[in-house]
């Protein structure tokens, strides 16, 4: 069925999957990566194609559009909050669940604390339990090491993200960071640490960049799946777990590493539908049937 979701400033185009042969007895909402906004990604497509079939539906949307940057956090929780009651609105009072992947898990975790009316259960992979900022650094240095550089280039590195985070934050000015970005530039690595070239053409803005996640955490009350792929090159995942672990004040909270996976959830970090971990989709399925049956 193809909707759109009026989300106040923005009519979001929006594709809920429903059982063919009876009325479904939960749906499932989901949440995007940062530079996959597009309902169609093979990720949801994917649940899209495994949860109508045992009964459950799933509700796809494209993320609101920005000039520059990602969407606020607080915005994007705010726009799944108007799709969990969409979905209600279309298919009545079953038990909602949220599915985000990297971005897209914290503003899903922000509106199970804040509307746990709302939200029935979480479905969360790659979920970083630390600040975009430190995340960031985790990933471009796992860029580097995955491709062969050492402990010179880390440090190299660490130089050009402290650049760019100072910038954000107001503590140096544009002419500074421009100065340390000019002396690494055309090193063969400088493409994978995603920093811009030219300073005079970034925004300077990033709204969330040290949002905090563990306070969010610790008000998540509702039963809670996580995925981590045992090769996660983006996520610190032993961070974010013990986060979890720690905060999280769910009694129903579960981890399961993805062998063969990375920031996907797919055998190998392949980006296609055909290669999703089988574990991934069948630990998923009977995971949230069991919560819904509850």
Do not use: K
Request: negative net charge.
């Amino acid at each position: 069925m193809e909707l759109f979701i009026d989300a106040g400033d923005v009519s979001l185009p929006a594709t809920l999957d429903v059982p063919s042969e009876r009325p479904a007895r939960g749906a499932v909402v989901v949440l995007h990566g940062s530079g996959v906004p597009h309902r169609s990604y093979f990720l949801y497509e994917h649940l899209a194609r495994t949860f109508p079939a045992a009964g459950v539906a799933v509700l796809r949307f494209d993320r609101r559009p920005r000039e520059r940057g990602d969407v606020p956090y607080a915005v994007q929780a705010g726009d799944a909050v108007t799709a969990v009651a969409e979905v209600r609105r279309r298919i009545g009072d079953v038990p909602v669940g949220l599915w985000g992947w990297s971005q897209g898990a914290w503003p899903a975790s922000a509106v199970a604390a804040r509307r746990s009316e709302l939200v029935s259960f979480l479905v969360l992979v790659a979920s970083s339990g630390v600040s975009p900022a430190v995340q960031m650094r985790y990933g471009t240095a796992q860029q580097l090491l995955l491709r062969g550089y050492g402990s010179a280039e880390l440090a190299d590195l660490t130089r050009l993200r402290e650049a760019l985070e100072g910038v954000v934050r107001g503590h140096i000015d544009r002419e500074s960071a421009q100065a340390v970005i000019d002396r690494y530039a055309d090193r063969p690595w400088f493409p994978l640490v995603y920093v811009p070239r030219d300073l005079h053409g970034y925004p300077g803005t990033w709204d969330d960049m040290d949002y905090d996640p563990e306070p969010v955490i610790a008000q998540v009350r509702c039963p809670t799946l996580l995925f981590y792929g045992e090769a996660d090159e983006w996520t610190p995942a032993e961070d974010s777990i013990a986060v979890w672990r720690r905060a999280a004040a769910t009694s129903d909270l579960t981890i399961h590493r993805l062998a063969g996976c990375t920031h996907l959830p797919t055998v190998g970090g392949a980006d296609a539908l055909e290669s999703v971990s089988s574990d991934y989709s069948s630990t998923m399925l009977a995971w949230v049937q069991e919560r819904i049956n509850r």
